[in-house]
């Protein structure tokens, strides 16, 4: 990153939370950077490019190192621009942007995003030239009829989801549009998504395909993934590819004699399945109906054979007969898991617990829970630069 101009900033009162205290970069002492975005400090993402990069990572390394009482904490970054392949932009007046900062129902016009890789930006591209008059959606109104061009470009793949107002009177001409757009777009999947007036969602199982698949494909260390187009998946391949080599490597240095595994909150399968070789049994538990319809055929493209998914509520992991001894890798949502799943490992006692975690805070609130382990390593993968959002690993062992 190029760095034109560094500045000397007091270091101010930190917030306290849940008894730790977390730094936002005002709270630090760092040099400042050049916002590569001509949108900085209008646009709502990215509020963290006037930190230099390095800095960033070490602010984020700080709050993990206070949120879990551990200080020993190894760091991997990648690209600090140019690396999200999937964004929701959103229709407006004469524009297709995102949100404004501090005013949501005002929309940034943006014609290229720097986080973004180098794909996405021609597709946003192109529906920027086609779409340039739209009957776009009045979020203050509830009228109109275009809403979000969901934009994803995984390596190898890509696909545009036109969100649409389900209640609108002009769908057919929006549809028709649509249509003709797919024919000259380099978009290799494209669907049309339908979502109520009085929702604020740009994904809806009301959708059909006009070009191409629902799905995207991609590979991650030698495995091959399908996953819903509207669907969860990382948005930074190059470094969820150095995560779940890590957590293989953190396997393989176990002893696993006669050893199970369970992938909790597994999505697609990606956990579970790239780890499969190690164990003599996989079970993959997802809430999501259509996460486990593509771990299912997951298991079935890589060959996997020792290896199930099933649909199921995490606060119902009662219902789920699991072999001993067992290894659990568990990657909750933000909200962290339910404490009746908590309640539910805490009887099984896995030998080993490696906890991925999106959200430090509620990390750290659910590690202390597990009295009986001790953590054995912990890591920051820096999935998303120039935003205050992390990945954690964390590895337990039963003592």
Known sequence: MDIKEFKTIRIHKATTKNKHTFYTPSQFLYSMATPLCPYFNNCGGCSFQHVDYQEQVENKKTNLAKAINYSDIKVFSGDSYHYRNRMDFVFGFNALGLRKRRNWKEIVDINKCVISNDT???????????????????????????????????????????????????????????????????????????????????????????????FLKTTIVGKEFCFPIQGFFQNNPNMIEKMQQYVNDLLKAHDRTYTHLLDLYGGVGTFGIINAELFKTV?????????????????????????????????????????????????????GMNPKTI????????????????????????????????IKSAALFDLFPQTPHTEAVIELVLK
């Open 120 to 214: 996405f930006n021609i597709l946003l591209t192109e529906v920027r030239n086609f779409f340039k008059e739209t009957d776009y959606f009045d979020i203050r109104k509830k009228s109109g009829t275009f809403r979000y061009a969901v934009i994803r470009t995984p390596p190898n793949d890509s696909s545009i989801s036109f969100v649409l107002n389900e209640d609108s009177t002009k769908l057919k001409d929006a549809i028709d549009k649509i249509k003709e757009f797919a024919e000259i777009s380099t978009a290799k999947n494209i669907v049309v998504t339908y979502v109520p007036s009085k929702t604020d969602n740009s994904v809806s199982k009301e959708y059909f395909v006009v070009k191409g698949n629902d």
């Open 283 to 335: 079970t993959i538990i997802e809430g999501e109906e259509d996460a486990i319809k593509y771990a299912q055929i997951n298991i079935t493209n890589n060959k996997i054979t020792n290896t199930k998914a099933m649909v199921l509520n995490d606060k119902q992991l009662k219902k789920v007969t699991l072999s001993t001894p067992l290894f659990v890798i568990t990657d909750p949502p933000r909200s």
């Open 343 to 374: 309640d539910r490992l805490r009887e099984l006692k896995p030998k080993v617990m490696i906890y991925i975690s999106c959200n430090i805070e509620q990390l750290g609130k659910d590690l202390v829970k597990f009295s009986d382990y001790q």
